[in-house]
């Protein structure tokens, strides 16, 4: 399975942004997406994920401000990015899984985002 990120970029604080993420390759296989973050000097997180039926989990974070999304006839996810805070500012990871639990088997190559305050 291969995840490429759209483009991230530059947008001040307040506004919105959309990433999406094209998987090809053994999609059969994926039961779970989600989208993950590291900023500088922190750890990664999970922010947020969606599995093949369509339930979701969000980081608290970033709860009623971002909305997971996944197009399966495009095999696309998708992250609409609203309200966005200069602690929003990070490098943005596509994910994916086979299973329902446990780590993610695929990764993007990653996307920064960058909030201006």
């Known amino acids: 399975v291969q995840l490429v990120e759209s483009e991230g970029g530059l947008v001040q604080a307040g506004g919105s942004l959309r990433l999406s993420c094209a998987a090809s390759?053994?999609?059969?296989?994926?039961?779970?997406m989600g989208w993950y973050r590291q900023a500088p000097g922190k750890e990664r997180e999970l922010v947020a994920s969606?599995?093949?039926?369509?339930?979701?989990y969000y980081a608290d974070s970033v709860k009623g401000r971002f909305t997971i999304s996944r197009d399966n006839a495009k095999n696309t996810l998708y992250l609409q990015m609203n309200s966005l805070k200069p602690e929003d500012t990070a490098m943005y990871y596509c994910?994916?899984?086979?299973?329902?639990?446990?780590?993610?088997?695929?990764w993007g190559q990653g996307t920064q985002v960058t909030v201006s305050s």
């Open positions: 969606i599995s093949t039926g369509g339930s979701t």
């Open positions: 994910a994916a899984r086979r299973d329902a639990t446990g780590e993610y088997d695929y």
């Open positions: 390759g053994s999609i059969f296989s994926i039961d779970r």
